[in-house]
């Protein structure tokens, strides 16, 4: 692994179901996020993780859940699938150096029908 | 509330330079970020200003003004491969990243 990965790539969801979208980091990075970007908008923070063992709320995070048992993985959780849950959800992690810069994984493009 | 502006849409030719401004009202400052972002593909670091002033990354350069809540991306010597979003990000006083909407930059050859 090199850097972050997001699994699935991309997946198509019933309402009303479970999804879990996973995030791994191999940076031993402290912070983690989870942003969902909308055509039109800019990226919107879903929850953070600081470093393992905390989590803290973004701007969106009704629907959502997170944990952050470790360092490397930081799933994000959909507990019953709307359809306005629909987007592009992005993992980030940050380097906690001086620019605390932000890098991302690939994406995980939802469709919730 | 907090706002990131940002123009939606530019064209610009090949060989050419570019000027993308951003401008922000947030509660605290505490840096400023451009990211480069290929349609269907991830947000890539570019730059990152906290002090005035210009920042200067080969054919990028990245300018702050913090008294007047601006900030521009300069791309000289335009590649086709330049085709991208170009998304400004400001970090408030939570150290929390607030995003614009992202420019789409055209380069036409």
């Known amino acids: 692994i090199a850097g972050i990965t997001q699994a699935p790539t991309s997946q198509i969801l019933a309402a009303g179901r479970r999804m879990t979208l996973r995030c791994t980091q191999d940076m031993r990075h402290n912070a983690m996020y989870w942003y969902r970007q909308d055509l039109g908008l800019g990226l919107r923070l879903i929850h953070y993780s600081n470093t393992a063992g905390t989590t803290g709320k973004g701007e969106v995070p009704d629907g959502y859940s997170v944990s952050r048992a470790n360092t490397d993985d930081f799933p994000l959780t959909l507990a019953s699938a709307v359809p306005s849950q629909t987007s592009v959800y992005f993992c980030?992690?940050?380097?906690?150096?001086?620019?605390?810069?932000?890098?991302f994984g690939p994406g995980t493009r939802l469709t919730v029908l | 509330g907090q706002n990131i502006d940002q123009p939606t849409e530019m064209t610009a030719t090949e060989g050419a330079i570019v000027q993308i401004n951003c401008t922000y009202q947030t509660s605290g400052f505490n840096g400023l970020f451009w990211y480069q972002q290929h349609a269907g593909e991830a947000p890539t670091f570019l730059s990152y200003n906290v002090l005035d002033g210009l920042e200067e990354k080969g054919r990028f350069s990245s300018f702050l003004s913090r008294s007047k809540g601006y900030s521009y991306l300069l791309l000289k010597e335009l590649q086709m491969k330049d085709s991208a979003s170009y998304l400004c990000?400001?970090?408030?006083?939570?150290?929390?990243?607030?995003w614009g909407a992202g420019t789409k930059l055209i380069i036409k050859p």
């Open positions: 990000a400001v970090r408030d006083s939570n150290y929390q990243l607030i």
């Open positions: 980030a992690s940050s380097d906690s150096e001086e620019t605390d810069t932000q890098y």
